[in-house]
């Protein structure tokens, strides 16, 4: 009964390579998102996704790059992976049409280390 | 910039005390708080909102209050538990409708 999923929970990759990392709500959200928590534990929003439209782009680097197949799955795909994209990345819904006005739903994360 | 940010980055408190986590922010245009709890190897989980028209809302064991006069915000827990050990977190959210949130601060409960 798992609400926000993400898959894997760990990935370990070596510089330069291409991943992906998948998420999926069961929660009947129509709102999902990105964040990147670092070493600091510091949480900061990447890309938001209202009924498969991107509504939040952040000053993210465009080796990501998010898609969005239905509402209730948004994935993560990252080229040329560098080290410095190393931290813990969240997938998160909401019901309230990306204005954020209502709680968000945290996965319970994906560790990405790059060697 | 404008931002959320913590005054106590650890607290330590004893089993069945009460715990009382702070949080200021400076966008006055804030609308809307979230207090999240975050356990080791899991994401945030929601505890507890409250809306700008509100300078209090409780919850099982928790209360947040809000001081809009000095952009303040509190997370009180009655009668702490082991099981309330974690990272919290404030988040707020502004007229860019995304949440921002603070840096943490980290609860110890001592047995």
């Known amino acids: 009964d798992t609400a926000v999923s993400q898959t894997p929970k760990y990935l370990v990759t070596q510089m330069g390579n291409d991943k992906s990392i998948k998420c999926e709500q069961n929660?009947?959200?129509?709102?999902m998102y990105w964040y990147k928590q670092d070493s600091k534990k510091f949480l900061k929003i990447m890309f938001s996704?209202?009924?498969?439209?991107?509504?939040i782009n952040e000053t993210v680097p465009n080796r990501f790059s998010p898609k969005s197949p239905d509402k209730a799955h948004l994935n993560l795909h990252i080229n040329s992976l560098e080290l410095g994209d190393s931290a813990v990345y969240f997938c998160?819904?909401?019901?309230?049409?990306?204005?954020?006005?209502?709680?968000?739903?945290f996965g319970d994360g994906t560790r990405l280390s790059i060697l | 910039g404008e931002s959320v940010g913590l005054h106590l980055p650890t607290l330590s408190v004893q089993e069945g005390d009460n715990s009382i986590i702070n949080c200021a922010y400076s966008?006055?245009?804030?609308?809307?708080f979230i207090w999240y709890k975050q356990e080791s190897g899991k994401g945030p989980q929601f505890i507890i909102d409250?809306?700008?028209?509100?300078d209090k809302r409780q919850g099982q064991r928790v209360t947040v209050l809000l001081n809009k006069t000095v952009k303040h915000l509190s997370l009180q827990i009655a009668a702490t538990q082991p099981g309330d050990s974690a990272v919290y977190f404030c988040?707020?959210?502004?007229?860019?409708?995304?949440?921002?949130f603070g840096k943490g601060t980290k609860l110890s409960v001592i047995p």
């Open positions: 988040a707020e959210r502004a007229g860019s409708y995304q949440l921002t």
């Open positions: 966008n006055s245009a804030s609308d809307y």
């Open positions: 409250i809306r700008s028209n509100m």
């Open positions: 998160a819904s909401s019901q309230d049409g990306g204005s954020g006005n209502q709680p968000q739903h």
């Open positions: 929660l009947g959200h129509d709102t």
């Open positions: 996704y209202n009924n498969k439209e991107l509504i």
